[in-house]
């Protein structure tokens, strides 16, 4: 390229009287120049296309709107002059805002910049802005010529205007400034998709493993999914050099985005606690009819028909979501609200994405876009995670106190069992014991009483008597309830009294007549009364008493029974001890059967006294 | 002429007690049946002014015996003659009517002497017995949940004097010891005892028709 080429070339320019002064800027010394217009050529060469002239284009060069259907390459060439750079030593830099998809850039001649592969697989440099630096030899004091070879997709073979072929501005100044500008882009529009991928992938992975492994969650297996999906479709935006060429690339990125649709509608719908068989059908077809559809469409028209399912798929999130919020807003008014609001902002967030893509547009609303959807989703994953812990916790103390009521309840059933088992069996005692009572009273009742009243022998018809109230009295022992002790003194006077004055006894009763809280076991009210009977049987049979004095005292847990009467005494057998013949036997039988004693003081003119001691606490223990 | 029905099932004892019966009242004419239905049949039929009535007898139980005579026969006198001394069994009979009771197998004189009291107006009672109607009257006296209905049944009550020698009988004292201790003849005590017996039946009856005519409201 000469240097009288170039000179004709600008006079051209002059003499045409454009107005685009900007192409052929003066760059000072501490002041950035934005160019906005440039030669461009589509041409393949090595250089830039001398023949024919090329024409101004406006920058930014959209190349569906000022090449449609080309896919480049196009050359750029713009003039500037940077008098006074040699002095000043100051190094200048060509900022390069966005080059879709790759480039290489000359200086009067000499290469001084690539992105990349400039062949397929051409590395995407569509998201990140080029900063090259003008090196100060190879800048001369005249107009310097700056030539930019883009390779790039035409819009049809591209599934985003985003990635369609084009240039934007540019801006020339110098290397510290720009240097600045360009970080802050690199990093708004790598850094920060690279941060969000990272995250997405690590909190998508574990609410993945965490979902499947739990199926009832699995809302949080599809959440998690849509989690990864969404940092393998943020990838698009940092990673550069894919092995695939350009149509593979685009196929594959439009095929992840029913497999994201598929889990956002499933995460949402099984959220609300809604599940349908032809839902769980349909999507995953969808997401292998999609890839079909745009593979039948060929590479040629991935644009039209990549933004028909762009306006399908996301129609269906939008419809899940709106399904969803009604459902809570019904069940759940407290959770409904942060849902809200974190599926509005992304709603909106991904309208304007929508439209940016569409139109073309970038700018920072559409980076604030991009980044507030992974933004709401990481919130929304961490709400998932909290609620879920909650849960957890909640489950955990769920079944700690589950497991206590079980324990209670076991015991619980436990003790009626037990109590149950004791009563059937008291039932049983008792059905059994009324039994053997009507049958001893129907059978030997009757044949004793028929002996009784029948038998020409007086001891036999008295024997017959007292087996037949013996029989009574164990029969109550057999089959009655414990009895109030008031009651029995009162019995057992009743008895004592008639029964002594009958023999023309004087009797002589005392006893507590207080109200007395103890009460006797049947079997202790039984065979107390047999002794006091026996007793009361020997003074009027064998005594030959005119008084016999009674007594019923209470003391330190004992009954203590005392029979006194004023007769003969009891006669002495040769060995010096009492008349076993009298009953006595019996009577200190029964007594130490009652864990107490009996004992008789007697002597021949002297009366005899029966002393009976019985320990109430035993006495009144249940037969 | 005096009429009297013998209820009881053990021919020996049967006859036993015939005899002793003519013993105390000299002429009588004895009406015996073995069982319930036989003596429910001499019911109809002759008019009795005593009868002794088993419980236990082999079709059913001589109190159904002593509530027909009740019945149709109120001015007979009613005496349980029975094996069973428990207040279990003698407290339906004396509900149903009864007017006393003895117990079989004392001794032939102290029956007969029983028998006289009983047919001289002076019913035996028991500290056990005694209880029982305590009870039966202090439960009556609490007040009912079927307030309408059991304005219905005519209201019996004890009065100070009987509830008296209830406690009294029930401490162990003997009729003639309360006569002396409240300074009454012994025939007044007697009084007491048969005016206990007679509101004891009167209140039962009241209950059993009470019952009864509830038990047909509902079954209609």
Known sequence: MSRSGWHRRLHGMLCLGLLWLAAASAVAQDQTVTIRAAQAAVSDGPSFPTEPPAPLVELPDDWSVSRPGSSGPV?????????????????????????????????????????????????????????????????????NSLDLKVVGHALQRVASTHRAGGLSALAIGPHSALAGKHARQVALNVAVPQAVSATLLLMGSFMFVLGWMNRRESHLAYFGALSVGWALIESRLWLRDLPFDNAVAELLLCSMLPLLTWASVQFLLR??????????????????????????????????????????????????????????????????????????????????????????????????????????MVLVGLRLLHQQG??????????????????????????????????????????????????????????????????????????????????RLSVRGLTGKPVRLIDALGDWRAEVVSRLGQAGIEADWSAPAEELPQTLSARAFVQTTRILREAVSNVIKHSGATHCSLSCDLADGDMQIIVRDNGNGIPMELDGRLDRGHGMASMKHRAKQLQGQCLVESGPGYGTVIRLTLPLTRATEAA | MTNILLLEDLPEIRAWLSSLVLQVFPGAQIAEAARVHDALGLVSAIKFDLALVDLGLPDGSGVDVVAALREHQPETQSVVVTIHDDDEHLFPALQAGAFGYILKEQARELIIEQLQRISQGEPPLSPSIARRVMAYFAAKSKPQPMSASSAAVPHVSLTDRETEVLLRVAKGYTLPEIGQQLTLSRHTIADYVKQIYRKLNVSSRAEAALEAQRMGLFGR
Not at chain 1, 88 to 115: D, K, P, R
Not at chain 1, 123 to 137: E, I, R, Y
Not at chain 1, 444 to 460: N, P, Q
């Open chain 1, 390 to 471: 909650r849960a957890m916790q909640d489950a955990v103390e769920g079944k700690a106190h589950l497991e206590m009521r079980i324990r209670e309840a076991t015991a619980e059933i436990e003790r009626n069992f037990t109590q149950l088992a004791e009563l059937r069996v008291e039932k049983v005692t008792e059905r059994e014991r009324k039994r053997i009572a009507a049958d001893l009273h129907d059978d030997l009742g009757a044949k004793l009483l028929t002996i009784v009243h029948t038998s020409d022998s007086e001891r036999i018809s008295t024997l017959a008597r007292e087996a037949l109230e013996e029989m």
């Open chain 1, 271 to 376: 959220y609300a606690q809604y599940r349908h068989r032809w839902i769980d059908i349909a999507l995953p077809l969808q997401a292998v009819v999609m890839p079909v559809t745009l593979l039948l469409a060929g590479p040629e028209r991935l644009y039209p028909m990549a933004s028909f399912w762009y306006v399908l798929l996301p129609l269906q999130t939008l419809a899940a979501a709106g399904f969803y919020l009604r459902t809570q807003y019904h069940v759940q008014r407290g959770a409904f609200w942060p849902m809200a609001l974190f599926l509005c902002i992304a709603t909106v967030a991904l309208a304007v994405e929508y439209v940016a893509q569409s139109f073309g547009i970038r700018g920072s609303l559409m980076q604030m876009a991009q980044v507030a959807t992974p933004v709401m």
């Open chain 1, 75 to 143: 050359w750029y060439r713009l003039t500037f002059v940077a008098p006074g750079l040699r002095e000043t030593g100051e190094l200048l830099a060509l900022y390069i805002e966005h080059v879709c998809t790759n480039l290489q850039v000359y200086l009067n001649g000499q290469l001084i910049h690539s992105g990349g592969q400039m062949h397929e697989p051409i590395t995407q440099n569509c998201n990140h802005p080029q900063l090259v630096g003008l090196p100060a030899g190879l800048i001369g004091p005249g107009p």
